[in-house]
T-cell receptor, first 113, second 118 residues
Framework: DSGVTQTPKHLITATGQRVTLRCSPR?????VYWYQQSLDQGLQFLIH???????AKGNILERFSAQQFPDLHSELNLSSLELGDSALYFC????????????FGPGTRLTVT | AQTVTQSQPEMSVQEAETVTLSCTYD???????LFWYKQPPSRQMILVIR??????QNATENRFSVNFQKAAKSFSLKISDSQLGDAAMYFC???????????????FGTGTRLQVTL
């Protein structure tokens, strides 16, 4: 158990809908990273938050947005869902103070029908 | 942009034998970090081993060790005494030096699926 939690574990929804994925980092970790794992794109970095502020953006679609709250949990919002958004979404966390390791949550499997 | 290449989509090893998974990367940075992550059928991403580029000594974690060749930009994973539980997808990953006190994003290879046979 990495100490990173993600909810829900599974999500099935229809095209055009909006969903929210939630992540709680390890106790004391200030950084949260979101990654998408799909069959055709592999594992891709989406976005990074540090202590409530956006630090870096990857290949994140405009339909997707994220935020990190004062209690350090993070939410990834996916809207106007398309079939191609079906994937496993991972959250990872890292400590501050020049830590370079990231620990992953169990992921949320999103299926868009 | 940094890239990570894993040229072996699948590998197979017999239980108790040794196997080496290959990884090459491309970067213009001099300071960075390399990782191997394991993804078993449960799909959980598990950190197996890490290597700091500034360290010449190869990292070792129990039965797992790496062969880090900085000039060749090569970072292979050796699994000794393979066990059935080692069967998984293995991803090589690169991270630039921490940015103002926190880890940078991970760039992953496409993975190598390891089968362990009796």
């Amino acid at each position: 158990d990495s100490g990173v939690t993600q909810t829900p574990k599974h999500l099935i929804t229809a095209t055009g809908q909006r969903v929210t994925l939630r992540c709680s980092p390890r106790s004391g970790d200030l950084s949260v990273y979101w990654y998408q794992q799909s069959l055709d794109q592999g594992l891709q970095f989406l976005i990074h938050y540090y202590n409530g502020e956006e630090r870096a953006k990857g290949n994140i679609l405009e339909r997707f947005s994220a935020q990190q709250f004062p209690d350090l949990h993070s939410e990834l919002n996916l809207s106007s869902l398309e079939l191609g958004d079906s994937a496993l979404y991972f959250c990872a966390s890292s400590a501050s103070r020049s830590s370079y390791e990231q620990y992953f949550g169990p992921g949320t499997r999103l299926t868009v029908t | 942009a940094q890239t990570v290449t894993q040229s072996q989509p699948e590998m197979s090893v017999q239980e108790a034998e040794t196997v080496t998974l290959s990884c090459t990367y491309d970067t213009s940075e001099s300071d960075y970090y390399l990782f191997w992550y394991k993804q078993p059928p449960s799909r959980q991403m598990i950190l197996v081993i890490r290597q700091e580029a500034y360290k010449q000594q190869n990292a070792t974690e129990n039965r797992f060790s790496v062969n880090f060749q900085k000039a060749a930009k090569s970072f292979s994973l050796k699994i000794s005494d393979s066990q059935l539980g080692d069967a998984a997808m293995y991803f090589c990953a690169y991270s630039a030096s921490p940015n103002t006190g926190t880890a940078s994003k991970l760039t992953f290879g496409t993975g190598t699926r390891l089968q362990v046979t009796l």
